[in-house]
Every structure is written in C-alpha cells, then in structure tokens.
C-alpha cells in the first residue's frame, strides 16, 4: 500500500520514484529561479524583463514534450 502510494504516479508518467524526484526537484529549482527572477524584475523593471516567461515556456514544452515520450512507451498519457 505505501509502496504503491510512492509509486503510482510516477509510474503514470514513465518514470521511477528516484527518476521522478531528481525531475521535480529541477523544476522546482528552475521555478524558484523563475520566481527570484519576477521579484527583481518587480522592484527593477529593466532586469529579467523576459526570463520567467521563457522558464515557464520551456518548462511547458519539455513536460509536455516528456508526457508524449511516456504515451508511446506504452505508459497513459497525463494531462
């Protein structure tokens, strides 16, 4: 049951639990970034003017990128 709970949705998406970690753990890196970036852009207009949008852009295509690579091994495609 606990097992199956670490799992389950890793496995959705075609990936191992540790495989599964090590990706979410960049894109939250990569959205903490992202995130630092829009506060100084707030305070300091002239900096990072693009960079969080182009993170969630990128972002965007290689998760969706990575769900149709998952569909064709055969694992459910997740939306």
Do not use: D, N
């Not at 199956?4 to 970690?21: C, D, I, K, N």
Request: some cysteine; overall charge positive.
């Amino acid at each position: 049951m606990i097992q199956r709970l670490f799992s389950q949705h890793p496995a959705s998406v075609g990936e191992t639990y540790l495989g599964h970690l090590a990706q979410a753990f960049r894109f939250g890196g990569t959205l903490v970034a992202a995130g630092l970036a829009c506060l100084v852009h707030g305070l300091l207009p002239f900096l990072f003017v693009t960079t969080a949008s182009k993170t969630v852009g990128r972002l965007h295509q290689r998760m969706t990128t990575h769900r149709v690579r998952a569909h064709h091994r055969g694992g459910p495609e997740v939306r």
